[in-house]
């Protein structure tokens, strides 16, 4: 065991999970739990910095604490926290813009897409928290001194900026916070089923994402329509959508059958309906599986919460400690 080793990991409440956040990120989070002092936080700060519906953010919220805890993020063995019941992240974030380049935020290329997302938009409104959003992030990782954060590789850009806070930080006031290192999962980056070209996100639409807790006829659907190639490019390299399915089916499926699917593809057998077939039944198996393990956290949602408070009060006694050393080595008074 290695629990001396810390690990943090965020995501946002703004919908269901789907398969992206759990084979990207959450399946590492629930494998690490027992090899390392690992705090997972659900991040509504950071939910607040696109425009949003409040009931619907209340609800995200409570959704996606039942939905961790369904994927298998254990109390007994990690933190699972909420980021608003914890206000030093915003503290530690002040101290943080205050040593983040200006040009290092304007250079990062998801603040660059959610500007063309909501600029397309009638009446569209482009909020400063989020440009400033990635600081808030690396306040998220360094508040606790994190070693590791196991994330999608969506998140790589942010997670270097958290590198280039503490290496400023550090240079600034002294040695003090670890530089944290991403940590990945074999799929990285889960491609949309209707278009294999971008990553699966909640944003682009339903047909784009398979639901971790989705039922079985729309996974099926889902699956069945996902997009291939015409079966004729013997000899070329796999197309994104063919080989999106195989690496699903490599993450959720029986590895004999993954085997079996693969050889036929290098043998030139390119008629995708059996893949498409064994993925549907792998990603059936896995969300049958999580939407019953879900039902039974549901039962008890004011429990649920009180578990959550008490993670959160833990996490506020770790983040007060590292905010009483930051106020020292920046010159302000201790409170
Ligand atoms: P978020 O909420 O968009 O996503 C949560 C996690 O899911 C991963 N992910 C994916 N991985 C592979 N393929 C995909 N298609 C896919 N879609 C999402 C993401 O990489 C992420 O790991 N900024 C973060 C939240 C955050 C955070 C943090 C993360 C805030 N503070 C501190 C780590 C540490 C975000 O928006 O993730």
Redo the contacts with the bound molecule.
Sequence with gaps: MDKQHSV?????P?GEL?????????ANWVRLQDNYDCRY?V?DL?AMTMPYDIAELRANTENMLIGLLACGIDPARANLCL?SLVPEHTELQWVFSCVCAYGDLMRQT?FKDKMDQLEGQQGAFISAGLFT??V??AA??LLYRADY???????EQ??EL?REIARRFNFQFGEFFPEPRALA?P??????LADPTR???KSLGPKH?VGLFEEEKSVRAKVRSAVTDTGEGAGEGMSPGVENLFSLLAACGDPAVHAALLKEYEAGNRRYALLKDAVADALVALTSRLRARRAEIAADVPGMWKQVRAMSEVSRDAARATLREVRKLTGLPSL
């Design positions: 943090f990991s965020g995501i946002q703004t789907h398969l992206g956040n759990y084979l990207g990120a959450v936080c991040v950071h980021q998801q959003y990635p808030l992030q998220d990782i954060v196991p994330v999608g590789k969506d998140q942010h997670l958290s999962t799929t990285p980056k889960v491609l949309s990553k699966m996100s994402y």
